[in-house]
């Protein structure tokens, strides 16, 4: 089983009721503080799942100018049913349909770890951006430094090497690069790059 079809079976509304995934998961609450600070008018979130940070970025900015990508049809059907006023579309992380510079700020939370060639779904993203990328590596980031490739649920997930990460990313010469950890059941980071 892929991803998608995981996906496709799993009650999106339970993810803006769940404290532990939806609204008030504090990365999620630091995501809509980085919104706030760097005053974000125009961005994209690529895995937008069930709208819940689509909410936030309204919160934050009520005139913010939103488009959500999603893999998975079914996320897409709810968030367009649930959130008329938002621009959700299907699309792939390794081939999104966005001309270069098209968005202000970038963000993506739980989809590189599924990817084997994350360093190419991060390319898109940064490609896309014209000015901020932040991305989530929920797990093996943080003091790990290995790697693993397991089966988790039916669907692939990763652990990244931190010291390779970290490498790849200074690659792309950032302006600026911050690093905001967080400690829970798995090793959490978020990563602010300032595109140059």
């Not at 909410?55 to 998975?72: F, Q, S």
């Given at each position: 089983m892929d991803i998608t079809s995981f996906w496709s079976r799993v009650n999106p509304d339970l993810f803006l009721q769940n404290a532990d995934e939806g609204y008030n998961k504090p990365i999620r609450q630091l995501y809509r503080s980085l919104l706030e600070q760097l005053k974000v008018n125009k961005m994209l979130e690529v895995g937008c799942g069930p709208?819940?940070?689509?909410?936030?970025?309204?919160?934050?900015?009520?005139?913010?100018?939103?488009?959500?990508?999603?893999?998975?049809?079914q996320m897409i059907e709810h968030c367009r049913l649930k959130y008329p006023e938002g621009n959700f579309m299907e699309g792939n992380i390794l081939n999104l349909p966005f001309a270069d510079n098209s968005f202000?700020?970038?963000?993506?939370?739980?989809?590189?770890?599924?990817?084997?060639?994350?360093?190419?779904?991060?390319?898109?993203?940064?490609?896309?951006?014209?000015?901020?990328v932040l991305v989530n590596f929920f797990h093996g980031l943080g003091t790990t430094t290995f790697k693993k490739r397991e089966l988790h649920e039916g669907y692939l997930n990763n652990i990244f090497d931190w010291n390779e990460v970290m490498t790849t990313l200074s690659a792309?010469?950032?302006?600026?690069?911050?690093?905001?950890?967080?400690?829970?059941?798995?090793?959490?980071?978020?990563i602010l790059f300032q595109k140059a």
């Open positions: 709208g819940v940070d689509f909410l936030g970025a309204k919160t934050v900015n009520p005139n913010m100018d939103y488009t959500g990508v999603d893999i998975t049809p202000e700020f970038v963000y993506c939370k739980d989809v590189l770890n599924h990817l084997d060639n994350w360093e190419a779904g991060f390319s898109e993203l940064y490609r896309i951006s014209g000015g901020f792309f010469n950032p302006v600026e690069m911050r690093i905001y950890p967080r400690l829970c059941l798995l090793e959490e980071a978020l």
